[in-house]
């Protein structure tokens, strides 16, 4: 079976936007928002948590970077976990990719961007309702029909909408800054810091959990490698700059909104209200317009990697119907099956996500937050991958490269699955113990995610079986 039969169609710009445009999205806007409220409104504990995200960030895509210029077949993360660890454990990260990581996050982001469409129109809209469900599921399938029918499309899409939401955040970088330093509300906002805000050194461990949401997806970058032209040259270049860029942008405008409005009034109404009282109803409408196109790119990047993710299963003849999800259209170069499977997969998380944000969760304890704990797993993947690329036969690399940065990957992620496990467990079993209740929602994720997982292995071992 061909390995690689796509189309080299995308650069090095197209692969840094795919980079900034996945990871800047709705993120930055309302988990801001998550932190500011974590830290009882300590801009600077805040502002720890984003750096502390972005370093694991950095670290993790450096060594990816590192991985880029050496392994390159047809979907990056997959690609190292078999290079380096071994085939199962590829055809298993594979498999959690396609059907828990990426149409999580995907969904999640079509509900996201339907939910600031009706605030955009409406500011009181009643973002659990029925009409913000149909939008998101329609977002969600637009999304799916772009990438599809016209995947340069897509691409050109990607790179128009990440010049296009980096405008809300520079100008309230830029005027926020201005108008904070000179209203007072900037330095009021530190000053608070220091004097009487709430939050301690643990709600940071919070803080660096909403953080994740907003920093990930950078590794969906990776799945267009087998179509990035000069891919171990221009994908760890798009993977390092393109983090760098996010860490810069996302701390300075987690500054500059302060400008906008007082830190209580950000806890409780956002940046949307930063932006009208910057900007005037007219002004700040029209950045929100901005807010919309933000999470619709990012919408659109995670659906280039869903499309591809369970092609990459199939083309190493694992997992359910591997000669159908590996067959690759013709005429639009794109794994059409593995696509169409992948938008069904992301369908049942996107219902998921929003019936378990209702005020009375529909699945009860299993009622847990897709955008966030994923994130758990995905971390806990990356450290196999570091630790036995550190005892591989090297030829290439230095000692930073191919020692010291796998090592701090190794810290970093098994640090990212601590903060998980504190934020979404024993945190929640705390604040819910206070209230004569029992909330644990990382343990009831887990045992989804092991359900999936064995329904995964199940499927190879029948693969398996079969060869023999």
């Known amino acids: ?44 504990l805040g502002i720890l948590a984003w750096l502390i995200g972005g370093a694991v960030m950095v670290i993790c895509a450096f060594n990816f970077a590192n991985f880029a210029t050496r392994y390159s077949k047809v979907n990056g993360i ?14 298993m990260t594979g498999w959690f ?46 999304a799916y029909a772009v990438n599809v029918l016209s995947p340069k499309l897509a691409g050109k899409f990607q790179v128009s909408s990440t010049v296009i939401k980096l405008i809300p955040l520079l ?38 959990a909403a953080a994740a949401f907003a920093y990930e997806g950078w590794i969906c970058a990776t799945a267009i490698n087998a179509e990035l032209k000069n891919a171990k040259r221009n994908l760890p270049i798009a993977l390092v700059v393109g983090t760098l860029l996010i860490i810069g942008i996302y701390i300075v405008y987690f500054v500059g909104h ?56 199939a083309v190493r003849d694992r997992g359910p119907k591997p000669r159908v999800l590996a067959q690759v259209d013709p005429q639009t170069n794109i794994p059409a099956n593995a696509g169409a499977l992948s938008l069904v997969v992301c369908g049942a998380w996107f219902f998921y996500f929003y019936a378990a944000n209702l005020t009375k969760p529909v699945f009860g304890p299993f009622s847990f937050d897709s955008s966030e704990l994923p994130i758990i797993t995905i971390y806990a993947i990356y450290v196999p991958i570091f630790l036995l690329f550190i005892f591989k036969k090297h030829e290439t690399g230095s000692v930073m490269k191919n020692v010291i940065m796998p090592i701090l990957g190794i810290v970093a992620s098994g640090f990212m699955v601590f903060v998980a496990i504190y934020a ?30 064995t329904v995964g292995a199940l499927l190879y071992k029948k693969k398996s079986n079969h060869e023999k």
Request: aromatic share 14%; with cysteine; glycine share 10%.
């Open 78 to 91: 997959v690609d190292y976990a078999e290079s380096i660890v071994g085939e199962k454990y590829a055809y």
């Open 97 to 142: 990719l396609s059907t828990v990581y990426y149409p999580a996050m995907t969904s999640v982001l079509a509900w996201v961007s339907a939910r600031y469409t009706l605030v955009l129109f409406h500011p009181k809209a009643d973002i659990t309702g029925g009409l913000c469900l149909a939008l998101g599921a329609f977002y969600l399938c637009l």
């Open 171 to 208: 100008i309230m970088v830029f005027v926020g800054l201005i108008v904070g330093l000179v209203n007072g509300n900037t330095a009021e906002a530190f000053q608070h810091s220091f004097d009487n805000a709430g939050g301690d050194f643990s709600s940071v461990f919070s803080g660096i």
């Open 258 to 313: 302060t400008g906008g409005a007082s830190i209580e009034v950000l806890r409780t109404e956002g940046a949307t209200t930063a932006f009208k009282n910057l900007f005037g109803n007219i002004g700040g409408t029209i950045l929100n317009v901005f807010v919309v196109i933000s999470c619709l790119g990012t919408l659109n990047g995670l659906m280039i990697a869903n499309t591809r993710s369970f092609y990459a299963v």
């Open 1 to 44: 079976m061909n390995q690689n039969p796509f189309e080299k169609r995308y650069g090095l710009f197209t692969a840094i936007c795919m980079v900034v445009g996945i990871v800047i999205g709705s993120g930055v806007f309302f988990k801001a928002q998550d932190i500011l409220n974590y830290t009882e409104g300590n801009l600077v």
């Open 424 to 453: 979404h467990g024993i945190k929640k079993y705390q604040q819910a113990a206070e209230l004569g209740e029992f909330s644990f929602p990382v343990l009831f994720y887990l045992i989804v995610f092991a359900v999936i997982m």
